[in-house]
């Protein structure tokens, strides 16, 4: 459930007017609802129930400082792939103490800086890795506690570009070698061994693959209990789903009770989830106004302020997002449209094929556009990017301004 409903025939973030957000902030723009924010992160939260656990919201979904102190002042912990998501979790009020950083690639420079906050846990995916972070930990007489990232070669039944724990796929320590690197690892004298973590994929609708990990990788925590080394937590990951369309994803409540159930005989470990897209993507929507209405014989093609520049995922994975109106009309016939933006790509829609009633200047809303939206958003064609807004009740509150002209050139130098 989230907080965007219509009211009298006038769609509502929270108790705010969305034209009224429209009419104040302009078009292109994000608007987020605060109470859907915390009510998914509380849906996972509560679910856990008494087992030990960590929330560790995945920044890459939306990494608004307004969206991650909202999540800091609930209490939540983070997953970063970069020293740029550390500084904002930082900057937001978050607890780096909460903070578990994953990613193929850490550079040295984001070790050292993830070290001296003193972070959870390195999530790392390669024996190079581990050698790098024992480097870095030792040049700063410190030891970094580690959790190794097993691909459990389990199919997560998704869109292939989000599918993470194939052996196909570029992430993780195979299942096989995961004995050896444990044991490189605790062999390293700037390491300390904490965990073991996985992420098989994005936007999962069914929680099989995901107790199908948890078991593979339970069964090598026990062989390692063998081997002498124990772990203090298993990170699950993050990766359910949502509905954009017709998809039944379980709720957070079932899949985190899922996961929690199979936990119970190893009362010691602490359990880590990494939610992005399901505690985010339904907070949010994209308000766009349209432009022209340019009729054609088969179909017509409304042209929206908003372009592939803005929210990237119908471009780049053929993803279906609703797209409704702010005000629905009974003044015009339905007619079908392909939803296109300004942009000069034949790629660049936000949606196909759409049973639309609307005129030229009507507003619409993209909905579950709360993830993966604006943090993938780009200036291309000089567009600048558009502004987030937070509602809280009836509180709006701009956590981004719109970008102006200025800021797209700005760092770069004119050559004489
Ligand atoms: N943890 C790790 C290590 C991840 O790589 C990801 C997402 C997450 C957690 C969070 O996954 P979520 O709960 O949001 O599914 N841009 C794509 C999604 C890419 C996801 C990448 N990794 C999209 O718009 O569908």
Do not use: N
């Given at each position: 459930m989230d907080h965007f409903q219509y009211r009298n025939d006038e769609l509502f973030a929270e108790d705010v007017a969305v034209s009224d957000i429209a009419q104040k902030h302009g078009t292109p723009a994000y608007v987020y609802s605060r109470a859907t924010l915390e009510r998914h992160w509380h849906a996972f939260d509560d679910a856990v129930g008494e087992?030990?656990?960590?929330?560790?919201?995945?920044v890459k979904a939306n990494s608004n400082l307004g969206v991650l102190s909202v999540l800091a002042k609930l209490g939540s912990g983070f997953d970063i792939?970069?020293?740029?998501?550390?500084?904002?979790?930082?900057?937001a009020g978050g607890d780096p103490g909460k903070v578990v950083f994953s990613g193929v690639a850490k550079t040295s420079e984001e070790i050292a800086y993830a070290l001296k906050l003193g972070i959870l846990c390195f999530n790392v995916e390669s024996e190079s890795e581990l050698y790098r972070i024992n480097d870095v930990a030792g040049n700063m007489g410190l030891s970094a506690p580690i959790s190794l990232r097993i691909n459990p070669d389990v199919d997560a039944q998704t869109h292939p570009y989000i599918s993470t724990g194939l052996k196909a796929n570029k992430f993780g320590i195979p299942w096989?070698?995961?004995?050896?690197?444990?044991?490189l690892a605790a062999s390293l004298p700037n390491l300390t061994v904490k965990g073991m973590d996985c992420h098989i994929g994005s936007q999962l609708t069914s929680i099989a693959p995901f107790v199908d990990a948890l078991d593979r990788l339970l069964d090598l925590v026990a062989l390692l209990r063998q081997h002498g080394i124990?772990?203090?937590?298993?990170?699950?990951?993050?990766?359910?789903?949502?509905?954009y369309e017709k998809e039944t994803p379980p709720h957070p409540r079932e899949y985190a009770a899922a996961l929690a159930k199979r936990m119970g005989e190893h009362q010691d470990l602490t359990l880590i989830l990494e939610p992005g897209r399901a505690i985010a993507a339904n907070a949010g929507i994209l308000v766009t106004q349209v432009e022209f209405i340019k009729a054609g014989d088969d179909k017509h093609f409304a042209i929206v302020d908003a372009a592939m520049n803005d929210l990237l995922r119908p471009a780049l994975y053929s993803a279906w997002q609703n797209i409704i109106p702010l005000r629905p009309r009974n003044d015009e016939p339905q007619a079908l449209?392909?939803?296109?933006?300004?942009?000069?790509?034949?790629?660049?829609?936000?949606?196909?094929?759409?049973?639309?009633?609307i005129?030229?200047?009507?507003?619409?809303?993209?909905?579950?556009a709360g993830a993966y939206g604006f943090t993938m958003a780009s200036n291309y064609n000089s567009r600048?990017?558009?502004?987030?807004?937070?509602?809280?009740?009836k509180q709006v509150l701009l956590v981004r301004?719109?970008?102006?002209?200025?800021?797209?050139?700005k760092g770069e130098h004119k050559v004489t």
């Open positions: 087992h030990p656990h960590l929330i560790c919201y995945a792939v970069s020293g740029g998501e550390l500084a904002r979790v930082v900057e096989e070698r995961a004995v050896d690197c444990y044991t124990t772990l203090s937590h298993l990170d699950v990951g993050g990766g359910l789903g949502v509905t449209y392909d939803v296109v933006g300004p942009v000069c790509e034949t790629g660049d829609f936000i949606g196909k094929d759409r049973e639309l009633a005129r030229p200047g009507d507003l619409l809303a993209v909905r579950s600048c990017r558009p502004p987030e807004i937070m509602v809280d009740g301004e719109r970008e102006k002209q200025k800021d797209l050139w």
